[in-house]
């Protein structure tokens, strides 16, 4: 069964720190992987997606279809980072994206 | 502007009482979605539609019904059926109904019990 793991539900860190956010996603095929963020009181918006490689807000994460993961990257945490993300899993054989519980961000000053 | 709306904002219902939750799109997209979203624990898929009049079940549509008689209307009912309908409700939309395309969301509608 197709299944995205975000283990932790909440992640704090100090303004300025590096950041990561994990996610753990099971699929035999070739997936297609999205981070979606939601800042507060915004709507649900599309971060990045795997086949697109870009950097987003200083945001990165590498597809590693060896462990199964995209975990989501940034070096140098800023306070406007602070929001919920969440890790979806799409195929191309399914309608369905496969949603993850999501992580809320804290980034303390 | 752009994007997906949906309305009302905030709803509250009535035991037994049905309501309808709106969601409109301007971006042409084939397909539409309904999702439901508890704190911690994501979003959970109630209903989409991949084309105009057809839609499928998601994974707890019991206690929902919908209907897709325009393209850019994708409106969602919760019936007297649904014991919990305590939640936020999301709309989105995106250009097929395959899983590869991202999707786009509206600003969501908060549904209380009165």
């Known amino acids: 069964a197709q299944r995205v793991t975000q283990p932790e539900k909440l992640l704090s860190v100090f303004k300025g720190a590096p950041v990561e956010l994990k996610c753990n996603y099971s699929y035999s095929g070739s997936p297609e992987l999205f981070w979606y963020v939601q800042y507060s009181r915004q709507r649900l918006q599309l971060l990045l997606r795997?086949?697109?490689?870009?950097s987003i807000k200083g945001f990165t994460a590498d597809l590693n279809k060896g462990e199964t993961s995209f975990h989501l990257k940034k070096p140098f945490a800023q306070e406007e980072d602070s929001a919920m993300y969440y890790c979806?899993?799409?195929?191309?054989?399914?309608?369905?994206?496969?949603w993850g519980a999501g992580t809320k961000l804290i980034i303390k000053p | 502007d752009g994007g997906i709306t949906q309305s009302p904002k905030y709803l509250f219902r009535k035991e037994g009482q049905n309501v309808t939750l709106s969601c409109e799109q301007n971006?042409?997209?084939?397909?539409m979605y309904w999702y439901r979203q508890d704190p911690g624990q994501g979003l959970r898929l109630i209903y989409y539609?991949?084309?105009?009049?057809?839609?499928q079940k998601g994974d707890i549509a019991e206690g929902y019904s919908v209907s897709r008689e325009k393209k850019e209307s994708f409106p969602l009912t919760v019936t007297s059926a649904q014991k919990n309908p305590t939640a936020f409700y999301l709309c989105?939309?995106?250009?097929?109904?395959?899983?590869?395309?991202?999707?786009?969301f509206g600003d969501g509608t908060r549904l209380s019990i009165l």
């Open positions: 979806a899993l799409g195929t191309y054989s399914n309608y369905q994206l496969i």
């Open positions: 971006l042409n997209h084939d397909a």
């Open positions: 795997h086949i697109s490689r870009e």
């Open positions: 539609s991949q084309i105009v009049n057809d839609f």
């Open positions: 989105a939309s995106s250009t097929s109904g395959t899983g590869g395309q991202p999707q786009h």
